[in-house]
């Protein structure tokens, strides 16, 4: 008798907002390329996690993302949301850019569930004129916080990678493999990219395929919203995708790569 197979993944990153304070030269989301950004409704975001922790058993980091997250103001009642699969939860991140403040409702849903929270405060220097007011105010509330540097000396990683434009970079098959080992987002096993109800290996291949510079392949992305796709099935695509050396948009990408020139983080167009 088949067993339904279990789905454990290190981290996951929600969309829930295409709106941003700022508009990064090279943002990792093509967030400043939308021309009409927009909220997620909340209806969606929640029947989108319902759906995910339904064919997800676990995930070590599950991110709330954006664009800019705090400019949702629904962010409260996500996090709520998503705290009812606390159990299946390492931990709960808020990845902001330190351009604003928490609402006092919001940073009161965070406080009691800081056993399961954490707030990452990207810290860009002039442009991120609230990270450390912000850092403050988190400690004085006891809720975690991590604050990455990415500012004067020391930068995080270096500085930020330019993944590309959408040209074809890469042809046979065994270079899109190399590609895809050489890239610390597949060869870290994913940073599961969802956004619209759909799941997919990175934000660039998202992009692609909505873009339709590559095809909306169904062994390469889940739609979660989809409920005539079994849920056994589901799991067993992203198990397929976790586990693939390579995607269709490898081929189009530079990758985040050791070797990868950096560039100066946050630049703004």
């Avoid at 922790?53 to 070590?60: C, N, Q, R």
């Avoid at 709330?64 to 931990?91: F, S, V």
């Avoid at 290996?201 to 992305?221: D, F, H, Q, T, V």
């Amino acid at each position: 008798m088949n067993q339904t197979p279990q789905v454990h993944l290190l981290r996951s990153g929600l969309v829930i907002t295409l709106r941003c304070t700022l508009k990064c030269k090279l943002c990792g989301g093509y967030i400043p390329c939308y021309k009409n950004p927009q909220d997620i409704p909340f209806d969606e975001v929640a029947r989108t996690i319902d759906s995910y922790f339904s064919v997800v058993d676990t995930v070590g980091d599950f991110s709330l993302t954006g664009g800019e997250p705090l400019l949702n103001p629904d962010l409260g009642r996500i996090i709520e949301k998503a705290m009812e699969y606390g159990d299946q939860i390492g931990a709960l991140l808020i990845l902001t850019n330190g351009t604003l403040l928490f609402q006092e409702d919001t940073l009161k849903i965070l406080k009691k569930h800081r056993h399961k929270c954490q707030v990452t405060i990207s810290d860009y220097g002039k442009v991120s004129p609230k990270a450390s007011l912000l850092s403050e105010i988190l400690k004085e509330n006891e809720i975690p916080c991590r604050v990455i540097n990415y500012s004067g000396e020391n930068l995080f990683c270096d500085g930020w990678v330019d993944f590309g434009d959408h040209t074809q970079k890469h042809f046979t098959q065994e270079e899109i493999d190399e590609q895809g080992r050489r890239c610390a987002v597949r060869n870290r096993h994913c940073n599961f990219y969802i956004l619209h109800g759909e799941l997919h290996s990175c934000g660039r291949a998202y992009r692609r395929m909505e873009l339709g510079i590559i095809p909306k392949n169904r062994s390469e992305y889940v739609d979660l919203l989809d409920g005539s796709i079994p849920n056994e099935e589901k799991r067993e695509t992203v198990l397929n995708i976790y586990h693939s050396v390579s995607a269709t948009s490898c081929a189009y990408c530079n990758g985040l790569c050791a070797d990868s020139p950096r560039f100066p983080p946050a630049e703004q167009l």
